[in-house]
């Protein structure tokens, strides 16, 4: 079953043409810069719509866990975010999407607190496991899937065509020391231990 998901996935892999930004693919553990003041998309091997080829009603097709992206300030990883989206029958209708965030236990000041990622989180939390509880849908078309990241105050900002998917409060350069100010997010990986292993795109 997995071969046949790599092999829907890798029919989206040429490199993106994006009106106004330049785009580069994004290699497992291999780090690219970033510039949150830009406008800044991660477009994903998949436009969100059912492979063909996989028969409806079989485990685990509704949907794709795709391998996470790393945050990092230079060397240093922050946070994860990963992507489940849970697929549109067709192009022009709806699917989900769903986002989980994972602290860095070290760099990312990761604790043990529960909050979600939604609108009215507070910045002073970092759970290792940030899960969105609320999906956020999406209209599939023939494009990637992309999530635009942004920094708004002291929270990573996440959204899919201007509408809002999640949050995650951006760390401090010293954990437990709001004195110090916050982590300065500036470079992008792909998971390096991911399980697809297909590289998404960045484009800025």
């Known amino acids: 079953m997995l071969a046949r998901i790599l092999a829907c996935l890798l029919a989206i892999t040429v ?13 497992p553990g291999k780090l690219r810069k970033v510039n949150l003041k830009k406008e800044t998309q991660i477009y994903f091997p ?41 697929y549109a029958p067709t192009v022009g209708q ?10 860095d236990m070290f760099g990312g000041c990761g604790d043990e607190s529960m909050d979600g990622c ?9 759970p290792v496991l940030r899960p969105c509880l ?39 350069k010293k954990c437990g020391d709001p004195s110090k100010g916050r982590q300065w997010i500036n470079a992008v990986a792909a998971e390096a231990d991911g399980v697809i292993k297909i590289e998404p795109q960045l484009c800025q």
Not at 15 to 27: A, I, R, S, W
Not at 118 to 126: A, L, M, N, V
């Open 46 to 86: 998949t436009n969100g719509v059912r492979p063909s080829n996989i028969k409806p009603g079989a485990q685990s097709t509704d949907q794709v866990a795709l391998d996470g992206i790393e945050i990092y300030s230079r060397k240093t990883l922050l946070m994860k975010l990963y992507l489940t989206v849970n």
């Open 15 to 27: 490199l993106l043409e994006v009106k106004g930004l330049k785009c580069k693919k994004l290699p």
């Open 134 to 172: 609320d999906s956020a849908p999406f209209t599939a078309t023939d494009l990637p899937v992309a999530l635009q990241l942004s920094k708004e105050g002291n929270f990573l900002v996440v959204k899919n065509d201007g509408k809002f998917v999640g949050k995650a409060a951006i760390p401090y």
């Open 94 to 103: 709806q699917g989900s999407l769903m986002l989980m965030f994972e602290h």
């Open 118 to 126: 939604s609108q009215d989180i507070p910045d002073s939390t970092f």
